[in-house]
């Protein structure tokens, strides 16, 4: 059974950086990226990126601050957060794509074309 395990969340000031952490479980997969849900919206995309590592897609909220990245070795996603903002207080979840699709077939962006999610963990950000 394949399990995302994220790590890494925690609480912080506005302003801080912290960095969020997805251990696929040795597995590879075709794109492994990040949304996030704060209490009473709806799943958000954060960001995403391709297995070859040639494709990085992020939300417009968090362009220019966060920065995701893949380790290959480790199976392990990571997304580094700068410059937090309070309105990024929310439960950021780890998820993947496991299988190759056609570009033209998939909106990486869209949480319903992932099939493997994590737990979730907690950023909360005060100000």
Request: aromatic content about 14%.
């Amino acid at each position: 059974q394949v399990q995302l395990v994220e790590s890494g969340g925690g609480l912080v000031q506005a302003g801080d950086s912290l960095s969020l952490s997805c251990d696929g479980s040795g597995r590879k997969f075709y794109y492994m990226g990040w949304f996030r849900q704060a209490p009473g919206k709806e799943r958000e995309f954060v960001a995403t990126i391709r297995w070859m590592r040639d494709k990085i897609y992020y939300g417009d909220a968090v362009k220019g601050r966060f920065t995701i990245y893949l380790d290959n070795a480790k199976k392990t996603v990571y997304l580094q957060m700068n410059s937090l903002k309070v309105e990024d207080t929310a439960v950021y979840y780890c998820a993947a794509i496991p299988n190759f699709r056609p570009p033209d077939t998939i909106m990486v962006t869209n949480s319903t074309e992932y099939d493997f999610w994590g737990q979730g963990t907690q950023v909360t950000v005060s100000s």
